[in-house]
């Protein structure tokens, strides 16, 4: 193990041997393997977008086995997907590369007023695949949050118990403007209860310069928060001061100047890393291949 992991496994002392094996996986795998950096392909947008948003722009993607082939191709530390599609390829792939078991999911076909996942597998279904964590999305600010909350504690006690980590996607939503969403205030909070609820590793969106809540504003006229960088390092900081992994999404397919400058700040903001989907997949093979490399560079060099 390098130094670099091992500083950071050092902050989740107080786990069992499972979770930190397992969370040393994660971290020593792929190209950024040892570097206390992580780059997963999370592929859930076939239930959370649905097959044409999702594959329709590069149709190979239809097929599960081509995700997990781009990531181990591209050198990933995991691969992020629903039971279906963990199922489909864990025969070849369990082993080959962590797999992660998302096991609640939402789709698109209902209002936003009250988001609230389906659980969609649990972790008996992550242990039979050979998954190294699972994965679990809140949303903070929905009429449900309490419910996912004590959901998530059950669930990360089980996980835990069988020594598997738990990733938590916290994506506000629900009872507040789209704008409010990626403001830098709310996406902290976000950030900040899924630490609290025992989250191993913590995904958020890369946060906007905007500060929704009221009564927040006054505390971020003291906090540096007009770039990126800034943003990211606040957030982190938030991530009980830098001592919880926290990663960053990619968002819907852009070009590749403006991923590349996202990925620039989050990195030099501290940030540990990025859970990249669709600016991955949606991009013909070689072009992916060659965006996550770009991506991992800046995170190894970082
Ligand atoms: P992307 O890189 O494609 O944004 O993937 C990250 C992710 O968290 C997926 O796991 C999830 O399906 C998606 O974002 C949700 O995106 P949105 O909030 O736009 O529905």
Redesign the pocket.
């Known amino acids: 193990m390098t130094e670099a992991v091992s500083k950071i496994l050092a902050n989740y002392a107080g786990e069992n041997p499972g979770v930190i094996g397992n969370m040393r996986r994660l971290l020593m795998h792929g190209r950024l393997g040892g570097t206390g950096k992580l780059v997963i392909l999370?592929v859930?947008?076939g239930f959370?977008?649905g097959p044409a948003r999702t594959f329709g722009p590069n149709p190979p993607g239809y097929d599960p086995a081509y995700h997990a082939k781009l990531a181990v191709e591209s050198g990933c530390n995991g691969y992020?997907a629903p039971l279906g599609f963990i199922e489909a390829i864990a025969h070849e792939y369990a082993g080959a590369i962590p797999l992660i078991l998302?096991v609640n999911n939402s789709d698109?076909l209902g209002g936003p007023e009250s988001p609230c996942s389906a659980l969609t597998s649990n972790v008996e279904d992550a242990l039979r695949l050979g998954c190294s964590a699972i994965g679990y999305t809140i949303y903070p600010g929905s009429e449900h949050r309490n419910q996912m909350y004590q959901d998530l504690r059950d669930l990360i006690a089980e996980a835990r118990s069988v020594g598997l980590p738990t990733i938590v996607?916290s994506?506000a939503r629900g009872q507040m403007p789209k704008e409010a969403e990626t403001s830098v205030d709310v996406i902290a909070y976000a950030a900040q209860i899924a630490c609290q609820l025992g989250a191993h590793i913590v995904?958020v969106?890369p946060p906007t310069d905007v500060v929704w809540q009221d009564a927040a504003k006054k505390h971020y006229e003291s906090i540096p928060i007009a770039t990126l960088e800034e943003r990211i390092r606040h957030v982190v900081q938030s991530c009980f001061d830098g001592k919880r992994i926290v990663i960053f999404?990619?968002?819907?397919a852009k070009g590749r100047d403006a991923v590349i400058e996202e990925i620039q700040n989050i990195a030099a903001g501290g940030g540990f890393g990025s859970?990249?989907?669709?600016?991955?997949f949606q991009r013909e093979h070689g072009e992916s291949i060659q965006l996550l490399h770009d991506i991992m560079d800046i995170y190894a060099k970082a």
Do not use: L
């Not at 999404?249 to 819907?252: M, T, V, Y």
């Open positions: 999370p859930d947008q959370e977008h992020a998302k698109s996607w994506y995904k969106k999404s990619g968002g819907a859970i990249v989907g669709r600016n991955a």
